[in-house]
């Protein structure tokens, strides 16, 4: 988040280096709080804690570390796949002084999260419809052009009549094609 707001915005050298400075900061910060965690994770361990309360504290990993990619760069790409962390989804919002402020943030990561699943699934289901039309508009397609050949294979001429009759089998076999293959694939949509 810093990279963003204040590496990429920095204007001068000296600007460049204090916002650095406290990408570094930041970071060391992490790392302590990650290496506090581990240790009070492994002493947990050593007390022979039982598999179910361990299974909420996991081992973080740096991956674990990264934030939404909505949060920190708001219209990109590619994102289908993503799931939130662990790490995210756990109830830990602590008891401090700054409580409202921990609050906010884990409840931000989460309405984060969920528009975006929710953009991600109403995505997905405009483009269900979409594909569902395309193969209507590409057997209407086919149609109108076996018709089309139809209507020219009515000249008088042999040699036009056979091209046209040859014209209309070939967007015929398409049409049966594409009527068998999307048959299949919309079964495959429900």
């Known amino acids: 988040m810093l990279l ?3 590496v990429r915005n920095a204007k001068s050298q000296k600007r460049s280096t204090w916002a650095w400075s406290s990408v570094q900061k ?3 910060k ?3 709080q990650v290496r506090i965690y581990q240790d009070a994770r492994g002493a947990l361990i ?3 804690t039982s598999l179910e309360s361990m299974q909420k504290y996991l081992l973080i990993q740096d991956k674990d570390l990264k934030m939404s990619g909505d949060i920190v760069e708001e219209s990109r790409l590619g994102q289908r796949s993503e799931t939130l962390p662990w790490l995210w989804r756990q109830d830990l919002v602590q008891k401090e002084d700054n409580e409202v402020m921990n609050e906010y943030m884990v409840l931000s990561v989460y309405r984060v999260n969920w528009i975006r699943a929710k953009a991600r699934w109403t995505r997905w289901k405009e483009e269900v419809e979409l594909v569902k039309n395309e193969m209507k508009w590409v057997l209407a397609w086919f149609k109108y052009q076996e018709d089309e050949w139809r209507v020219r294979g009515n000249h008088p001429e042999y040699g036009f009549k ?3 009759e040859k014209q209309m089998a070939m967007w015929g076999e398409f049409q049966r094609n594409a009527r068998e293959r999307f048959s299949e694939a919309v079964r495959g949509l429900k």
Request: charged share 35%; proline share 0%.
């Open 4 to 6: 963003r707001t204040e």
């Open 26 to 28: 930041a970071e060391a």
């Open 30 to 32: 992490v790392s302590r």
């Open 46 to 48: 050593s007390l022979e």
């Open 162 to 164: 056979v091209y046209a």
